[in-house]
């Protein structure tokens, strides 16, 4: 089918030609490479599925012993009688092109390479990987060079981390098999649950664009995290990207956002980062969210989960004390965010309940002694107003301030189709008043400035979002130029319609997929080039 | 005195004339407007200081009441017998100018106005500033519009905020009243001590540059920390913070980066916020640490007790992990540091025992099944490379590599004369290493990204330093230049003198105040007119 070359997730027939249900769901598991020796990855692996409550069916696979802590043991993977999905391999490189042909031959599904030197040793470990894809047909591979991958909801740890976090609903892939190993651990303590983790290693086969597609159909996975040192294949990523962030957000941490870095990431896994700058626009065109920080991946995905995208950058504060208010503004514009411009009909009704000291702007400083009425009656007004796109409501402990009672008032505005978050600041005595606003979806933060960081995120991220339903806007040559120019024509037409006509979310993506096929395929073969071109700027 | 007026820190009698110590270490407190009329701050002020184990002696004045609250109330300030150290005065903004006149008339030592309805209200309210200070003869006032303050130690809470954190040694001085009383609430949370808490209100008299003068003297104050809306007085400022800043940390969060909050904060205080680049020039000069959030300004305090301030932007990352050794190196970059150049030698003692696979670069990539001892070696040689100016170990959880032995092993590093920071990521399985690395002083953080930013900031506080020491590179007249030139001279060759005989800091501090004192008088100038300069533009 022609539309496969340029954009696999339009091939209705690619979820049957995808593998990848064996590696996340796999009913029988052969673990090449198993072993009893103390410290070894083999036990590990063993251990992590054997010792688990894990459903499937686990066959071991070692030509030198019979049976593994105390389990029957195979000379090899012909030997199993059963169908087998997914086989994990932790023998030494040199074996493993072998072992592919073998998996071939028996006809399994997907297999997960654990074991390490390939390209990141250099051309003998080129070699071998050559050697892996000439073998491969129609077996998925994650690796080699990798940790592995867990599903909690199955309990399947077929890792060897020792932990496995709680289930939920982020997927979690990982460039570095020992950053996501620390993510993982952090998450246990944070509480943070996952529909899955994949340890993505060399990217041999799977790669970024089959895993966020992946994701994307997953029912358990509602957001997608990633932390990435090289895009690999750029059209998978971008065609796959691109359209899976209209349903569920794609949060990426990307380093090598710096010379140096990209130096550091190169000496560690022979990836080349690639020129930031073309991958940044590439990402902000298709609805991508990049943040700097492991600690902002999880924070912007709670608020994403909470709290719908901003249809402008327009905050309103709401505060009972003013420094808080200044720190906050400078924080906003600081993060690429704007104080909304208050309606003057707004003006008018603050007016009549206001007391008469009140900052007469916004930020909208409702003085020292407001009370839980006060701040509702304030939101209430500011919902009306069409200048303002997102709220911060800010609460200092205050003598006629009651943390709990405001925290009880304004919950009914959780859901006001524009994100709002709160500050309610000090420990002890807005406690009570927080766990009401997490309860209500509402996102809390210790102090305002965190919040319109967010805020400012957020917003990058929602503009973001429209640029997947506009035009790009990159330096392209002049065929491109024209050939966006007559789609857009199409693409505009739709919005138009979708907003006119309040289109569901299902209807907005199909009319857009059928048009944007022909747009997207120059612009990502553009970013190729130059991608492509940057790189070998590099290498000189 | 002629220095007087250019640089109070230097007057050798300026101590005996500050009545400072009447505020925070007070035998005696009147409390003008004590009262027990529920939900009022005169209520709560006798509570804070009657309700507590504070050992000085509380006289309650009420015209209208005989007792209150079971004690004894006096009708007026002179029917009572003691001599005074502190009045609080929480009456209505009218009364406050009389009431400073009869404490004159009494002979108190110090006030602090808690009323507000002064100069925040516009030109009536100033008219009141205008007549307190006609009536103030030697007493020292703090306020009006504060909150109060607090020491801690002294279990004296002069406030009407309720809970007092714990003793420390940070002084906290905060502009914001609602954002003080926020953090001291938080601060009880985070297990952070405090030697004193000023709210500094509308800073009629006690400005920035007295209590950073009295802070820089207080044996149990280790770190000013502050809130700043306006500066009020730079020559004060300045010369304050420019003398203290060389025995203790100044960090400050200065609200007003923007146009938009400047905006906001002239709403909130009538203060101008100033223009913010001529400020920022001026507080690297006199070596303030400036930062951004709120928890920075705790964060690098912690820092900046533990370790030493780098002598140059240059860090060495040791690893077990590529990945977070690629994240950290972008936020070392963004945040102004640098990747140190190892010396050939070091790379030569390094090949002798890391395993070939090393990244043999910097971050120094031990490679995932580092022992405690390699980190130990690996460490070891870094601290003999001169060019690495701090160093940062990063520990992933992993197989061969226990993060409680590491920690253990390294923990001799803790006081190498160089920063040295620690990323022990993950949770459960570092957790006994954190706690040792915590114990040792060595900073510890969730991710390396964090890391580096601290390294970044300090580094930032670090140059700041030298600029203490060295000349100022602002835009000045021809004839300030001048003066710098001639100064200049004379101050390097106490710099070069000070590092060849490895003077004491007493005596460089000596050495430097000495010279400085024409040198400093000059640039301040130039500053407080170009500062005027701006507001005035601000206010147009």
Known sequence: MEEYKFDPSLNILYKELNNLDYIFNPKTIAIIGATDKENSVGK?????????SFKGEIFLVNPKRDSILGQKAYPSIDKIEKKIDLAIIATPSKTVPGIIAQLEEKNVSAAIIISAGFKELGKSGKELEDQILLNKKKIRI?????????????????????????????????????????????????????????????????DWGDLINYFGDDPNT??????????????????????????????????????ESAHAAKSHTGALAGSDEVLDAALKRVGVLRVNTINDLFSMNEILSKQPIPKGPHLAIVTNAGGPAVIATDSLIIHGAKIATLQDSTYEKLNEFLPQ????????????????????????????????????????????????LVANKIKEFADIGRPIFAAWMGAKSVEEGRNILAAS??????????????????????????????????????????????QENIINEIIKKARDENWSNDKIELEVLRAKQDLFTGIIDDLETENEKNNQTIRK
């Open 44 to 52: 590990t692996l063993v251990e992590n599925l054997v010792n688990s």
């Open 142 to 206: 994650i690796g080699p060079n990798c940790l592995g991958i867990m599903n909690p909801s199955l309990n399947l740890n077929a890792t060897f981390a020792k932990d496995m976090p709680k289930s939920g609903n982020i997927a979690f892939i990982s460039q570095s098999g020992a950053l996501g190993t620390a993510v993982l651990d952090w998450s246990v303590k944070e509480k943070i649950g996952f529909s899955a983790f994949v340890s993505i290693g060399s990217m041999i086969d799977v």
């Open 222 to 259: 509602k957001s997608i995290l990633m932390y990435m040192e090289n895009i690999s294949d750029p059209r998978s990523f971008l065609s796959a990207a691109r359209e899976v962030a209209l349903t569920k957000p794609i949060i990426l941490i990307k380093a090598g956002r710096t010379k």
């Open 357 to 404: 000291a009140w900052s007469h702007n916004n930020p909208i400083d409702i003085l020292g002694d407001a009370t839980a009425d006060l701040y509702h009656k304030t939101l209430k007004v500011l919902v009306e107003d069409e200048n303002v796109e997102g709220i911060l409501v800010i609460l200092t402990p205050q003598f006629m301030t009651d943390a709990t």
């Open 441 to 486: 979806n509402i996102p809390d933060f210790e102090f305002p400035d965190q919040a319109c960081r967010s805020f400012g995120y957020m917003w990058s991220y929602c503009y973001n979002m429209i640029g997947i339903y506009e035009t790009a806007k990159v330096q392209s040559s002049i065929a491109t130029q024209k050939k966006i120019k007559k």
